[in-house]
């Protein structure tokens, strides 16, 4: 069943997001010890990241962080969702989860 939530503003949408994930992050580490984020890159979730890093209460250094999409480019090029994951999620406390990007120097992403 879908369920219908709104929101007045941006920000009221990014802090329900953020704690219903959190919730969700630390239910995992409770029941495994660990917990896998993993998200879409683009502009649409910076301010969701910028919640997310801020709220009290989670044990970072058991979250492993990894995208579902990416630009194949250096994390140097202002198109790299790794980039904006860095920077917009990845501060403060939440700078101990283990990050890994899709994005390899040298390598391509053909199999």
């Known amino acids: ?15 329900a997001l ?8 630390r239910s995992a580490i409770g029941q495994r ?8 890159g683009g502009s649409t979730p910076k301010l969701f990241f910028q919640t997310l890093a801020q709220l009290d209460g989670l044990d970072w250094s058991k979250i492993v962080v990894s ?3 990416e630009r194949w480019v250096d994390m140097s090029s202002e198109r790299s969702n790794a980039a904006m ?3 917009y999620l990845l501060q403060g406390p939440a700078e101990q989860a283990l990050f890994i990007p899709l994005y390899r120097e040298g390598k391509t992403p053909d199999i």
């Open 18 to 25: 953020a704690n219903s994930v959190a919730n969700n992050l």
């Open 67 to 69: 995208l579902v999409d």
């Open 33 to 40: 010890s660990i917990a896998s984020l993993v998200v879409s």
């Open 1 to 15: 069943m879908i369920e219908r939530h709104d929101y007045e503003n941006p920000d009221q949408l990014a802090l």
């Open 85 to 87: 994951v860095k920077k």
